[in-house]
């Protein structure tokens, strides 16, 4: 148990469907983290938030849409993806300046 | 561009052998963490350096970076089917929040 929980933990959805994943941090941390996990690839940082306001965007396409109300919760909304979005998607956070991060579980994401 | 390279990408070794698992830069970080990350989860801290030259064991696992804060180890004594993973490192700047992930070694321990 590492503070950071993710639902769902797996997802399957059309390329049509709209849907959100979800992550909140129990840690009392301010900087918040998407990152995608693809098979056989390195970790890609998809978003940072750091005290609410987005930081960084990692030229993610906007069919990914992050959404962060406050320090503890982090959404990430998905509309009309593609297959190659499949993937491992992993949340996580830290305290703004600090060396480590704490990641959640993650979800599962197959889009058919 | 990619920051950080480990070797070796993929490692199969017997219970009880030792191995070394590298995490190499060409950039000076300010902090390096490593990771274990089980099928299915999140990664999971094991440790993190700061100091050039440091060293930090956790039980059967030792961590090492360099003096010059571009690379460090991870070397394992008396591998055991748990330790089975995929080992990643990661390195960050003093500078802003993001964190740069190395490509991972995927470790399988046979029993």
């Known amino acids: 148990e590492t503070g950071v929980t993710q639902t769902p933990r797996h997802l399957v959805m059309g390329m049509t469907n709209k849907k959100s994943l979800k992550c909140e941090q129990h840690l009392g941390h301010n900087a918040m983290y998407w990152y995608k996990q693809s098979a056989k690839k390195p970790l890609e940082l998809m978003f940072v938030?750091?005290?609410?306001?987005?930081?960084e965007n990692n030229s993610v396409p906007s069919r990914f849409s992050p959404e962060c109300p406050n320090s503890s919760h982090l959404f990430l909304h998905l509309h009309t993806l593609q297959p190659e979005d499949s993937a491992l998607y992993l949340c996580a956070s830290s305290q703004e300046g600090a060396d480590t991060q704490y990641f959640g579980p993650g979800t599962r994401l197959t889009v058919l | 561009t990619q920051l950080l390279e480990q070797s070796p990408q993929f490692l199969s070794i017997q219970e009880g052998e030792n191995l070394t698992v590298y995490c190499n830069s060409s950039s000076v970080f300010s902090s390096l963490q490593w990771y274990r990350q089980e099928p299915g989860e999140g990664p999971v801290l094991l440790v993190t350096?700061?100091?050039?030259?440091e060293v930090k064991k956790l039980k059967r696992l030792t961590f090492q970076f360099g003096d010059a804060r571009k690379d460090s180890s991870l070397h394992i004594t008396a591998a055991q089917p748990g330790d089975t993973g995929l080992y990643l490192c990661a390195g960050a700047f003093n500078t802003g929040n993001q964190f740069y992930f190395g490509t991972g070694t995927s470790l399988t321990v046979i029993p």
């Open positions: 350096v700061v100091t050039g030259g």
């Open positions: 938030y750091n005290f609410k306001e987005q930081t």
